[in-house]
């Protein structure tokens, strides 16, 4: 069971962190489109701030966290722990990993929460044209559910590596990642 969770935790991550690659790349297109036509044309493309701050950057940094956090990519102070034994190192990240999903568990509880809310409302941003932005509010608690679901599947993993006195998981070296 944990195995299998784990498999559809990493499609999901991948597939999460596609969409954002994908987002940023449509981002600089139409920045640059953007740009373009102020430019040249002395006019610019309605809607594009709004657009801007209201999808594409909550897009490009949301979803693309669980990725991280499977290749263990968010930022870790070894400063306490350098000389610790790899069964110590297990038991604080399971135990650090298990009180972060709980964290991103109410944050993406909350977050819900306020999406239906806004989706309810059918919320909307004035601008040089209105921009209807309720759907992007179910961004966040989707990529910090996931990110949540890797964080305890991966507690759970350095809980059981710690109780059996097996290898730590240790992070990757950023020279060891897997390019995005």
Known sequence: MLETS????????????AIGSVTIIAMMVHVMAEVAAR??????????????SGYYMIIVV???LAFVQLERGHVIIELFTLKASDRTKSWID????LICSGALAIYAYAGFNKALEMTQKGEFWVGLVDVTIWPSRWIMPIGIAVMGV???L????ELQAASSGRNH???KPIEKSEPI
């Not at 784990?6 to 962190?17: D, R, T």
């Not at 399971?94 to 990993?97: L, P, S, T």
């Open 150 to 152: 890797v964080m305890f």
């Open 6 to 17: 784990e498999k559809f935790s990493k499609w999901c991550a991948g597939a999460l962190v």
């Open 62 to 64: 949301f979803l693309p």
């Open 169 to 171: 998981h240790d992070p």
């Open 154 to 157: 991966q507690a759970i993993r």
């Open 39 to 52: 430019t040249f044309f002395n006019n610019s493309i309605p809607g594009t701030e709004e657009l801007v």
């Open 94 to 97: 399971g135990i650090v990993y």
